[in-house]
T-cell receptor
Framework: SQQGEEDPQALSIQEGENATMNCSYK?????LQWYRQNSGRGLVHLIL?????REKHSGRLRVTLDTSKKSSSLLITASRAADTASYFC???????????FGKGTKLTVNP | SQTIHQWPATLVQPVGSPLSLECTVE??????LYWYRQAAGRGLQLLFY??????ISSEVPQNLSASRPQDRQFILSSKKLLLSDSGFYLC?????????????FGPGTRLTVL
């Protein structure tokens, strides 16, 4: 069964605006990861946030984690056309060595 | 620095033909290695992972197999391709187990089975 689900499935914004993507998961986790995938390319790791962390920053990226609601959000501030990509959250599948990816949010940043 | 290679980049194969996709990692030792498949517009499906030479864990029953003949080499194979095998195949590595560590992905192989 799907562990992480991103929302929305697609998001279109103008350059300079902020983009927020959400991820919900079902079981307890010890960390959550966000990845970016440009069209036709491999995935690139963005951020890993541990269950004892509530917020983490990396450049223009801000990730929050609410373990009580089993949800995470990825905020990209002052978006650029180069941010156009699909964004995936990934969570451990309990009791296994498996990392489960959601279906992703497709972000389009219009110049 | 570490790099990961996959080849070929694209492949068009007829149904029933064999398959061999190769992945190699440079600049690290004893990596954990992973094969994922991504269908169009979908998330990633973990197919196989390996924590060492000759050690393969299969996640999904299918007509694919994987092998790890060397520490930094991971091969995905099939004896007879099906139409449903079409997709984007991604190899990845991590130093620790994936649930606790970031994974580094290769550029992928686009497979079309006709």
């Amino acid at each position: 069964s799907q562990q992480g689900e991103e929302d929305p499935q697609a998001l279109s914004i103008q350059e300079g605006e902020n983009a927020t993507m959400n991820c919900s998961y079902k079981t307890s986790i010890n960390n959550l990861q966000w990845y970016r995938q440009n069209s036709g390319r491999g995935l690139v790791h963005l951020i890993l946030i541990r269950s004892n962390e509530r917020e983490k920053h990396s450049g223009r990226l801000r990730v929050t984690l609410d373990t009580s609601k089993k949800s995470s959000s990825l905020l990209i501030t002052a978006s650029r056309a180069a941010d156009t990509a699909s964004y995936f959250c990934a969570t451990p599948q309990g009791g296994s060595e498996k990392l489960v990816f959601g279906k992703g949010t497709k972000l389009t940043v219009n110049p | 620095s570490q790099t990961i290679h996959q080849w070929p980049a694209t492949l068009v194969q007829p149904v029933g033909s064999p398959l061999s996709l190769e992945c190699t990692v440079e600049g690290t030792s004893n990596p954990n290695l992973y094969w994922y498949r991504q269908a169009a517009g979908r998330g990633l499906q973990l197919l196989f992972y390996s924590v060492g030479i000759g050690q393969i864990s299969s996640e999904v029953p299918q007509n694919l197999s994987a092998s790890r003949p060397q520490d930094r080499q991971f091969i995905l194979s099939s004896k007879k391709l099906l139409l449903s095998d079409s997709g984007f195949y991604l190899c990845a590595w991590s130093l620790g187990l994936a649930p606790y560590n970031e994974q580094f992905f290769g550029p992928g192989t686009r497979l079309t089975v006709l």
